[in-house]
């Protein structure tokens, strides 16, 4: 049963940073491309950062490209992503995901119905 749990998130002011990580079970972690998205009251969700099977690639959301860094530490079953320069935009729950369909693939999947395994989120909110 491959499981997938978000933790890190919480309360802050804007410019702060929070670290978000995604403990991964179930599942080879390193075969398979890990991301995270988020999803704001009463929007869609949509991603926010990709790291590929090896770490070798990374692909970020223009709305967080030079503030949020997203690693994968393959030996503890962990994803990671450091957020700096926190907006009240920011403010979502952020969820990870793991792609079983492109596991040991090089192609990067952004799309919500490219990943098959989903964690329940962890809320982060920034206040102005």
């Known amino acids: 049963q491959v499981r997938l749990v978000e933790s890190g998130g919480g309360l802050v002011q804007a410019g702060d940073s929070l670290r978000l990580s995604c403990a991964a079970s179930?599942?080879?972690?390193?075969?398979?491309?890990i991301a995270w998205f988020r999803q704001a009251p009463g929007k869609e969700r949509e991603f926010v950062a990709l790291?590929?099977?090896?770490?070798?690639?990374?692909n970020y959301a223009d709305s967080v490209k030079g503030r949020f860094t997203i690693s994968r530490d393959n030996a503890k079953n962990t994803l990671y992503l450091q957020m700096n320069i926190l907006k009240p935009d920011d403010t979502a729950v952020y969820y990870c995901?793991?792609?079983?369909?492109?596991?040991?693939?090089?192609?990067?999947?952004?799309?919500?119905?490219?990943?098959?395994?989903w964690g329940q989120g962890t809320q982060v909110s920034v206040s102005s």
């Open positions: 995901a793991a792609s079983f369909r492109y596991a040991s693939s090089s192609y990067q999947p952004t799309r919500i119905y490219e990943y098959d395994y």
């Open positions: 179930g599942l080879t972690f390193r075969n398979y491309p």
């Open positions: 790291s590929n099977w090896i770490g070798s690639s990374r």
